[in-house]
């Protein structure tokens, strides 16, 4: 390496360090030591005893809240997501239209990511009360409004209701999208008498793939990792019926202290994440379009 080269090398790691050093001391450090907790029994007090593989084993052999948690989870994922997903399309392509106080519209639908998802949870506690704006809202139509956190059977309904609150961000980068669309494409599909449900279809929906991907992975992610809506709200109840892999992982490690536990939690969380991204990658590739490929 030449003289130069060498000092372009040395001021290189020079202005990466602190990104290097946060990496390996906040990330990288604490995956590996993690890694090592979950085959030991460790209280976080006293010194960890080493029992290899027995935290999986148990959890996936002995523990039905686990099962249950995952349940829970993958069911929120799966709804929350396409749902946000559809909403965000939506409200997208209403907001690309030509209507009046638009820019107001857009600042409204994107306002409710900014308010802190603690601030949000504790409004929707009030919101879904028995006595709460909701039921009274159905009660006007004659529907009797159930306990929405403290039935089994609609506590998930209004944690996916909560989650779709937050579409705004996934509908901004939908609009983006729109707007870049080649107006041309539109054009020569009405000279071939295309019209506007078909335009949608054939046009806009396979130039927005790209974010509409980027939308799917981000949601799969933040819907598994979900913790503040039930903590707040639920902390798990009724009967585990809102339990989800966070807050178990949070309650094993820092409510019962079994770290090595909730660290063998933490990793198969990891692993059903990374599977379940692999398979939105592999099939992206029959859905997702790039200007940029060549065909």
Same mark, same amino acid.
């Given at each position: 390496?030449? /003289?130069?080269? /060498?000092?372009?090398?040395?001021?290189?790691?020079?202005?990466?360090?602190?990104?290097?050093?946060?990496?390996?001391?906040?990330?990288?450090?604490?995956?590996?030591?993690?890694?090592?907790?979950?085959?030991?029994?460790?209280?976080?007090?006293?010194?960890?005893?080493?029992?290899?593989?027995?935290?999986?084993?148990?959890?996936?052999?002995?523990?039905?809240?686990?099962?249950?948690?995952?349940?829970?989870?993958?069911?929120?994922?799966?709804?929350?997501?396409?749902?946000?997903?559809?909403?965000?399309?939506?409200?997208?392509?209403?907001?690309?239209?030509?209507?009046?106080? /638009?820019?107001?519209?857009?600042?409204?639908?994107?306002?409710?990511?900014?308010?802190?998802?603690? #601030?949000?949870?504790?409004?929707?506690?009030?919101?879904?009360?028995?006595?709460?704006?909701?039921?009274?809202?159905?009660?006007?139509?004659?529907?009797?409004?159930?306990?929405?956190?403290?039935?089994?059977?609609?506590?998930?309904?209004?944690?996916?209701?909560?989650?779709?609150?937050?579409?705004?961000?996934?509908?901004?980068?939908?609009?983006?999208?729109?707007?870049?669309?080649? /107006?041309?494409?539109?054009?020569?599909?009405?000279?071939?008498?295309?019209?506007?449900?078909?335009?949608?279809?054939?046009?806009?929906?396979?130039?927005?793939?790209?974010?509409?991907?980027?939308?799917?992975?981000?949601?799969?992610?933040?819907?598994?990792?979900?913790?503040?809506?039930?903590?707040?709200?639920?902390?798990?109840?009724?009967?585990?019926?809102?339990?989800?892999?966070?807050?178990?992982?949070?309650?094993?490690?820092?409510?019962?202290?079994?770290?090595?536990?909730?660290?063998?939690?933490?990793?198969?969380?990891? #692993?059903?994440?990374?599977?379940?991204?692999?398979?939105?990658?592999?099939?992206?590739?029959?859905?997702?379009?790039?200007?940029?490929?060549?065909?």
């Amino acid at each position: 390496m030449s /003289r130069l080269r /060498r000092r372009e090398a040395i001021w290189f790691y020079l202005f990466a360090s602190p990104w290097i050093i946060g990496f390996v001391v906040f990330l990288l450090g604490p995956m590996i030591a993690s890694i090592y907790i979950s085959l030991t029994d460790w209280d976080s007090f006293t010194a960890p005893k080493w029992v290899g593989l027995d935290n999986y084993t148990r959890l996936l052999t002995e523990d039905p809240v686990f099962w249950k948690a995952l349940w829970n989870t993958f069911y929120y994922a799966a709804v929350s997501v396409p749902l946000g997903l559809v909403i965000g399309l939506w409200l997208a392509n209403l907001l690309n239209k030509g209507v009046r106080f /638009r820019k107001l519209f857009r600042t409204l639908i994107y306002l409710p990511t900014l308010v802190p998802l603690v #601030a949000t949870a504790m409004i929707f506690k009030m919101v879904l009360a028995p006595s709460g704006p909701l039921n009274g809202a159905l009660g006007v139509f004659g529907i009797p409004g159930p306990s929405w956190l403290l039935e089994a059977m609609w506590v998930k309904p209004a944690l996916i209701l909560l989650s779709v609150w937050g579409a705004g961000a996934a509908t901004v980068l939908l609009l983006a999208a729109m707007k870049g669309i080649p /107006r041309e494409l539109y054009e020569a599909a009405e000279v071939d008498g295309a019209g506007p449900v078909r335009q949608f279809w054939s046009i806009t929906i396979p130039q927005l793939t790209p974010i509409i991907f980027f939308n799917l992975i981000m949601g799969l992610i933040g819907a598994f990792q979900v913790f503040s809506q039930v903590y707040i709200l639920t902390k798990g109840g009724p009967d585990n019926a809102s339990q989800m892999m966070v807050p178990l992982l949070f309650n094993e490690a820092f409510s019962f202290y079994h770290m090595g536990y909730a660290s063998a939690i933490s990793w198969l969380l990891f #692993a059903v994440i990374l599977v379940f991204t692999l398979v939105a990658f592999r099939t992206a590739r029959r859905w997702v379009f790039y200007e940029t490929e060549v065909k």
